[in-house]
């Protein structure tokens, strides 16, 4: 059965991405591909609310983007702060510390969100302060603007994998120095590409000959920018890049405001309808992500089902997916997305009624 | 116009390609998906001609696949001999240099191949002796299978990266440790992924935390082995994966034997009909390859014509495209290719009759 993709992520992408996957392959230096880059360059500006020349879709999924933030910023020995309150901060201290960070962990229990005040005291000179807009884990969502406004000398990196085009992300305004995310959760690709966007601040200082060669921020922008001669660094992955094209021309002819509050709305009407049926959510009211929603597991499943059986049913009898819970939330929680093209009332509407009639309330 | 890719790749796909592009998006853990992955892995043994468990397609480009041998083999300061003859070579140099290794280059010209004993006795005890098998900015087959047999305690590393699917790799028999190549060449998917299988001899061997986190072997084998539980890492590209299933069944419903003998003819065809114009190829006569051509640029060009302005009349008159030299050959050859679902003789007669035309002879 087609799947409703109501986890966390993979959603069903925009009808749009289709046509744009069997557009015929050009080579990467195809000047007809160059110009469709470009124009996905700008397309990507414009969501992430950046004038940055240094944006880009990167040839990896969202945790490439993680790493290339890090490898590209993070020189050994550097002091890097980062916020921990979900699986996805973990990684990125994790991925810090293997770029030889010296890794400065603020912690908020899992399903709270960081203190901005902690973060930006927690180091007297950090290099990078570091953490998740919305933590896909939790579905609580942090206060990148608070953080980027004390950040003084240091930069700030924002994953933005499961904010982007889902709630507000204005990386100018909030003055926030590298951010990434993904393809195929609220920007309604398929996964495969990370874009990433990097202020002219973080720009000045790359690490020369980052550990790593493939996600080499210097190399890339060679090719990426016409500027930059479009030196080859690596075969771009023209048909990802062409199907994030189409994604994107969909999201920006509805319009970034218009999607977004689709996603809030969409986001409202799950929660609410969760509550309705008894269940208790996760993250607290006020830092909630209507993108994404944890649901916590309740204890008197219908018939002694698990609940990995309960998403068993939904796939199997609905063709409905959603996520398990993640790291030490595995097993006491759900995750439910409600991302880019998926975001439709009609499909918040028969994932509760599906839920319903499983969990017999 | 759509393109006839003849550069160094990407590949025009295979038809059977558009069809897996556009099969519904599902999630990554979905047991369809996950069915779809094992087959995917499966056919890449046996296209790897291997029975290594760990066999898998890399969310990344062919330069993932070289970076990922690298940081999961090379603990730092450890001695890596690497063979130099081409643009790759010197990257593999590269890598390895960024991610620690003390690497020994042993070099040959470009556009000659490298020798094997060189490469075996550069070292007493090297822990990496890595290579390219096809050399795709010279044309130039060097001998894995020398290299392999006399390789010791050392791992060997081969970059198939234009020479799987096109000519003989022979994984086991070899006695090749790792082995990666890209989606986007003989194997006639569109660029996106670069397919790795791992020796069992190799994976007890991996680094333990290696400096990638996005490349870590062993997490990754949890995630794609069915036995490691099916673990999240990354949100695997579930598209391009589909793609590459498609083109690889198109492979091998031909048979593996019945295209690489396709390859051979098409490429002898090819650089025949370039001699018969008075061209004069790089590769010496038995180490050239079939599937990617090195052509010297002559220099009597009709009308003062720069060689560049000779691929920009075949890409806008005919829609042919052909590769620029890369790196100390910019300028000083063309590189054709002839790969995948575009190894055909009607596409070797179609760039000869262009090129006769263009180049007036």
Redesign the interface.
């Known amino acids: 059965m ?2 409703l ?1 109501m ?1 966390p ?2 959603s ?2 925009y009808p749009e991405v ?1 046509a744009a ?2 557009r ?5 230096l ?1 000047p007809a591909f160059l110009d469709l880059l470009d124009e996905t360059c700008e397309r990507l500006r414009t969501v992430f609310a950046t004038g940055n020349a240094l944006t880009l879709p990167l ?6 983007g ?2 290339a933030a890090m490898v590209n910023l993070v020189e050994p020995g550097a002091p890097v702060v980062v916020g921990v309150n979900g699986l996805f901060g973990e ?1 990125i201290a ?2 810090a510390r ?2 030889g960070a010296d890794v400065v962990r603020v912690e908020a229990p899992w399903g709270e969100p960081l203190d901005p005040a902690a973060l930006v005291g927690a180091h007297p000179a950090p290099s990078v302060i570091a953490l998740v807009h919305a933590e896909t884990s939790t579905g609580v969502r942090n206060d990148v603007a608070a953080v980027a406004a004390g950040k003084g000398d240091a930069l700030v990196v924002a994953d933005v994998v499961t904010s982007l085009g889902g709630i507000e992300v204005a990386v100018d305004e909030w003055g926030v120095d590298v951010a990434y995310s ?1 393809s ?1 959760k609220c920007l309604g690709a ?3 590409l990370a874009p990433i966007t990097v202020s002219d601040r973080a720009r000045s200082r790359l690490v020369a ?7 080499d921020l210097s190399l890339i922008a060679a090719y990426v920018e016409a500027g930059g001669g479009r030196t ?9 890049v062409s ?1 994030l094209h189409g994604a994107l021309g969909a999201v920006l002819a509805e319009g970034l405001d218009t999607v977004r509050e689709r996603h809030r709305r969409c986001g409202q009407a799950l929660q609410d309808g969760l509550e309705r049926l008894g269940l208790r959510l996760l993250a607290p009211e006020g830092h909630r992500l209507p993108q994404l929603t944890t649901v916590v597991v309740p204890d008197d499943l219908p018939g002694g089902a698990s609940e990995a059986d309960v998403r068993r049913r939904l ?1 199997q009898d609905w063709g409905v ?1 959603i ?1 398990s819970g ?1 790291g030490r939330l595995a097993g006491k929680v759900w995750r439910i997305g409600c991302m880019g093209h998926t975001a439709r009332r009609r499909n918040v509407d028969a994932l509760l009624a599906a839920l319903a009639e499983v969990l017999d309330r």
């Open positions: 087609e799947r993709l986890g992520g993979p069903n992408p289709a996957l069997v015929p392959v050009t080579g990467h195809d040839s990896g999924t969202g945790s490439a993680m790493e990684r994790e991925v293997r770029a993904c195929q398929p996964p495969g000959n980052p550990r790593s060669w493939y996600l080859y660094h690596h075969t771009a992955p023209v048909t990802m199907a796939l997916e996520g993640a």
